[in-house]
């Protein structure tokens, strides 16, 4: 698959995503505004609708008042929650008042006797009853108006009780959305408040005016406070969560399969390099071996001592060459199959430095350049494989000498220093084409090679560095690189010496 036809169809793809995304979210946010909608429509009806229950109880009290019930009756009447059963008391209290009751059982007890003249007083008397009864209708109606004489305090007794039922007729559970209550008077001045409100409580306010009817003196506001409206109404609509909880994991899959899938292609891309620069390697020293080879069996070419010991140079140095590059790549697998097989023991750094300096010595001085070493380090005891340390400097100077600069003799500087905290720094430093600042973050990778621009005579693997890097890594040290564009290279390794060790 193209790599176009890649990018068109994670395009397609993350554009889907988002916009899946956008929708739920947008629902969500449709949804908590609805439920935010519903609830506070409930709770305006609720505080209407209590209200209300509080003016009623209000006459309810003061008809009792008013026919002189007794306190058992008034309470029986409010808890009854009904203007009949009051009415009813009252209208008896006054046809006792007016004598109505007695006459009725006169004339019924007249009536039985019988005579017209009986017939006359029913009616006269039944007329007298009427107009009694319109006298008592006026007078509840009059009442029914009146202002109280009670204090605004008095009148909000079982305002707590009124305000639950008709939250609960509203279908506000107070066990799942908790409300707190406090009433004032119109000028601020607060008359009552529910036994668990904190003064500064945030959350939900909602008002309502009660005795609305009154004179502005005797009228009070009634605030409610949720303070977990927010959360309430969150959770009601929970149900969208999973939704996009489970959208984000298809999208984090998605990208993670994008990503992976890119990365898996660059490893390939990467695996092809190196078994074309492998072919080139092994080839070119294999070609001078046959060559070399060929020319000490041909009969035609004298067989001087010179000419023999030149051609066995040749073989005995490519094939040193050739076993080099296969050492490399076998120590790379031991890498990956088993970790590496180490075998430390104390050896002292600037020994191994000094020993690898000589052996590349009269490789830099035979193209012109030249190698300092400056030892300064005093602690350069450390615990490590001798072998594998020798090929980590190994692997740093040959890089020195491949990537030269063309215009300019090669310079390599070699040198060992103290640090902090029982450590040791060995810092490799050459003058050569220097490596880009993109490519400093990624040379440590398995098979990554930094682009040399026109240079083709320079191969390799990828392999070197990241050999070097599992190489101090299982030492418990540190290499990083540094690099000014074109002005050279400096590699800085840093490992922990034998008394940082505990050995």
Not at 171 to 180: F, N, Q, R, V
Not at 208 to 218: E, M, T
């Amino acid at each position: 698959m193209r790599k176009s036809t890649i990018w068109v169809i994670t395009i397609i793809m993350g554009v889907s995503f988002l916009t899946l995304l956008y929708l739920q979210a947008r629902y969500l946010g449709d949804v908590l505004t609805m439920r935010q909608e519903q609830l506070s429509e409930s709770v305006t009806r609720a505080l209407s609708q209590t209200a209300h229950d509080l003016e009623q109880r209000e006459t309810h009290v003061m008809l009792m008042e008013k026919v002189g019930t007794t306190k058992e009756e008034a309470d029986t009447a409010i808890v009854a929650d009904s203007i009949a059963l009051t009415v009813t008391s009252f209208e008896r209290r006054m046809a006792e008042m007016h004598g109505t009751r007695a006459a009725k059982a006169f004339i019924e007890s007249y009536g039985e006797q019988g005579g017209a003249s009986s017939e006359k007083l029913r009616q006269h008397l039944y007329r007298s009853y009427r107009h009694q009864q319109g006298l008592m209708e006026e007078e509840v109606f009059a009442l029914l108006y009146q202002h109280s004489t009670r204090s605004l305090h008095e009148r909000l007794e079982g305002l707590e009780g009124l305000l639950t039922h008709a939250l609960h007729e509203n279908g506000i559970d107070d066990e799942k959305l908790a409300y707190h209550y406090y009433v004032t008077n119109t000028v601020g001045d607060t008359i009552g408040v529910c036994p668990d409100f904190a003064s500064g409580q945030g959350g939900r306010t909602y008002r309502q005016v009660l005795f609305a009817s009154d004179a502005a003196r005797q009228q009070g506001v009634l605030y409610v406070v949720f303070p977990d409206m927010k959360r309430y109404v969150f959770t009601s609509a929970r149900f969208v969560v999973p939704a996009i909880v489970f959208t984000l994991v298809l999208l984090f899959m998605f990208v993670f399969t994008i990503y992976s899938f890119f990365r898996q292609k660059k490893l390939a891309e990467m695996k092809n390099d190196f078994i074309n620069n492998m072919t080139h390697e092994f080839k070119t020293p294999i070609s001078s071996i046959s060559l070399a080879a060929q020319m000490l069996s041909d009969p035609t070419i004298g067989k001087s001592e010179e000419n023999v010991k030149r051609f066995t140079a040749v073989i005995s140095d490519e094939t040193k060459r050739l076993r080099f590059q296969v050492e490399k790549v076998l120590q790379m697998s031991l890498f990956d199959k088993k970790g590496g097989v180490f075998n430390p023991r104390e050896t002292h750094l600037n020994r191994i430095l000094e020993d690898v300096a000589n052996t590349f010595r009269l490789k830099v001085e035979s193209s012109g350049g030249s190698i300092a070493t400056f030892f300064n380090a005093r602690h350069d005891l450390v615990y490590g494989d001798e072998m594998h340390l020798t090929n980590v400097i190994f692997n740093l100077l040959d890089n020195a000498v491949k990537y030269k600069h063309p215009d300019r003799n090669l310079r390599i500087h070699l040198t060992t220093q103290d640090r902090s905290h029982g450590r040791i720094a060995v810092i490799v430093e050459d003058n050569g084409i220097g490596i880009k600042r993109d490519d400093l973050k990624k040379i440590f990778e398995q098979f990554y090679r930094a682009h040399t621009g026109n240079r083709h005579d320079v191969k390799g693997f990828g392999l070197g560095l990241a050999y070097v890097k599992k190489v101090v890594d299982f030492h418990h040290g540190t290499i990083h690189a540094e690099s000014a564009g074109t002005n050279g290279t400096r590699f800085i390794v840093t490992l922990p010496t034998i008394n940082d060790n505990g050995k």
